[in-house]
């Protein structure tokens, strides 16, 4: 409940109120009974039907989010390179607009929590601005110490959160039960017949209730399917649902409450303790977006989408409790730049629906993929199911579009920055790889003129990390140029990154003995994984390659990488990108875990 339902279960602070508050529509008995209806059957349709049964079923070994799911969905279509290349530019920008979603939720967020202080004392409206300023600087602030502590406080206080949000819904319920009619899917039809291009606008509204369900999917690494599954249907939708019924009550008695419902459910003596307890609330529900955008630039990392960056771990128990600061500190930026330019959750509600809209239509249709390819569905369910849930998912997202010139261009802006970023990095090293590997000399006839005019030996292992095995790699050769000397046994190294999250026991080391005492080792690690190569090698021994680490030497030609206007590629402007991208980049050896007194580098010059 505190890490998976944080984010959606701090929604109904501001969803109705946005939703019946929008240019031309106001808190009348239809609409009211519309939007409620239309906001039951997007919880029970998309949430409920489409993310934990349908899509939660798509798991890659245990592990969710877009881009596990992407990698999923690539090896299932290995043979249709055309096909794969599509669902990696689709991953990616799925995954570029969820860095959007993860701007934009804490700053939505704490910001409609403090703006209950207006209720109780409309004086302070003023203060609510620098006082959510304030609290986001903090709760940015203290990633670096992580949640394993902050952690064990999440569960209980969303737990305290849903059973008093539920319990303000029915006792507003109690007192005009007929606002229960709205579950008839019958209400949610005569709004759209009556209001038509308005309650077309109001879906951009109602899809603020669903942001956090992709989080369903993302966690299901952490914690498995079943508990949230369980967690869902017995506990979190019930209390929404009361809670979002309960407004509508309110709204039906009194029309005037549509500033701010939520907090008018509370009672007076309640108001304070409740604005408190919602401030937490989204602070734990912004730890949540935070926490998954650091996951994902992690396996960002690994499947070769994203420059390498330090990341710190945590929690000594638990692997995905981690903290990158360069993430960290781009997105404290960008939260307080929507906090102080939008300066109201209403304002910045506009911005909201775009980058999580955008992002559930692209995880329906790698999941689709999955279920064609690899599940084995027939067409005709592959084509129902997308029916129903892409029908859904392009309706909010087109609803959102409407918002772009009043705030949705800000995620959309993000999430092509992202991607931009993403896709440079993506092509930079293929285009570096490239030219490495023109540039080598075949090994094979290396080994044996080697073999025939032997150099000086001199005792130990030289291990050179190499992207061809086929090649000799240039530390190698400038190795040999200068100092004159081979080691007595020669290891080229590959790390190679799995589109699954873990490497098996049996898939992780692949020795090739190419004979005078050279060998090819090709380590294989999962994106989920953090590749630590000393401890790879040290299991070589069961493949009869033992190493002594202290008796090791690491070889690595670092690029000195030109741009270069000439040589086919990318745009120069790319490239020059992707050469500032590449020399801030975690070197290689950090990444790898190879302890810096073994280590030898050896500058290699590359023009793309």
């Not at 990698?71 to 799925?94: D, H, T």
């Not at 960008?334 to 999580?356: D, K, N, P, T």
Request: one cysteine or more; aromatic letters at 10%; hydrophobic letters at 55%.
């Amino acid at each position: 409940m505190g890490v998976v339902y944080g984010d959606i279960g701090t929604s109904p602070l501001y969803t109705l109120q946005t939703t019946l508050s929008h240019d031309g529509l106001h808190p009348t008995q239809e609409s009211i009974y519309g939007v409620l209806s239309l906001i039951f059957w997007a919880q029970i349709l998309v949430v409920s039907l489409k993310y934990v049964v349908f899509i939660m079923r798509a798991d890659n070994k245990g592990e969710g989010g877009i881009m596990a799911l992407m990698a999923l969905a690539q090896r299932s279509v290995r043979e249709q390179p055309k096909l794969r290349w599509v669902l990696v530019i689709l991953g990616i920008f799925g995954a570029a607009l969820f860095y959007g979603d993860g701007v934009v939720t804490p700053a939505i967020s704490v910001l409609s929590a403090v703006e209950g202080v207006k209720v109780a004392a409309p004086g302070l409206g003023k203060w609510v601005v620098p006082i959510t300023v304030v609290v986001l600087f903090l709760l940015f602030l203290l990633q670096r110490h992580g949640t394993e502590r902050v952690g064990k406080l999440f569960g209980p206080v969303m737990l305290v959160w849903f059973v008093v949000i539920a319990l303000l819904g029915v006792n507003m319920i109690v007192r005009h039960p007929q606002v229960l009619y709205a579950v008839l899917p019958i209400y949610g039809v005569k709004f759209f017949l009556s209001h038509g291009l308005q309650a077309f606008i109001a879906l951009g509204g109602v899809v603020l209730a669903l942001t956090g369900a992709e989080a369903l999917y993302a966690d299901m690494g952490h914690f498995g399917k079943k508990p949230i599954r369980m967690a869902w249907f017995s506990f979190v939708l019930p209390a929404l649902l009361l809670n979002y019924f309960g407004q509508g009550a309110l709204l039906l008695m009194h029309p005037e409450a549509i500033d701010n419902p939520f907090f008018k459910l509370a009672p007076t003596l309640l108001l304070y303790p409740m604005i408190g307890l919602a401030t937490v609330a989204t602070v734990i529900a912004s730890q949540s977006v935070i926490s998954g955008a650091f996951s994902m630039t992690r396996e960002a990392m690994s499947l070769g989408y994203s420059m390498r960056m330090p990341v710190v771990h945590t929690s000594r128990e638990m692997s995905g409790q981690i903290f990158v600061p360069w993430v960290n500190y781009f997105l404290l930026l960008m939260v307080l730049f929507a906090v102080l330019h939008f300066g109201s959750s209403e304002r910045l509600s506009a911005a909201y629906g775009i980058a999580v809209t955008g992002t559930m239509a692209i995880t329906t249709i790698l999941a689709l993929i999955v279920a064609r390819h690899q599940w084995g569905w027939k067409m005709p369910a592959v084509v129902a199911a997308g029916g129903l849930f892409l029908v859904i998912d392009l309706s909010f997202f087109s609803a959102n579009l409407i918002k772009i010139e009043y705030g949705g261009w800000f995620p959309l802006v993000l999430g092509l920055a992202v991607f931009t970023w993403m896709t440079t990095w993506r092509r930079g090293r293929e285009l570096v790889v490239r030219e490495i590997k023109q540039g080598g000399l075949a090994l094979a006839p290396f080994i044996a003129a080697m073999r025939e005019h032997p150099p000086l030996r001199v005792p130990g292992t030289a291990v050179f990390l190499t992207a061809n095995q086929h090649a000799v790699p240039h530390a190698l050769l400038h190795n040999l140029k200068h100092n004159k000397v081979l080691h007595e046994r020669n290891v080229l190294l590959t790390v190679e990154m799995l589109e699954s999250p873990v490497a098996e026991a049996e898939e992780r080391i692949h020795i090739d003995a190419t004979g005078d005492e050279f060998y090819g080792i090709a380590l294989r690690f999962g994106f989920a994984e953090d590749p630590n190569v000393p401890l790879a090698l040290s299991q070589c021994a069961r493949g009869g390659l033992g190493f002594d680490m202290m008796d090791t030497t690491f070889f690595l030609s670092r690029e000195n990488i030109v741009a270069d206007k000439r040589r086919p590629g990318m745009a120069l402007w790319r490239d020059k990108l992707f050469v500032f991208m590449a020399r801030n980049a975690l070197p290689a050896t950090a990444y790898f875990q190879i302890p810096g007194n073994r280590l030898i580098e050896l500058g290699a010059q590359v023009e793309i």
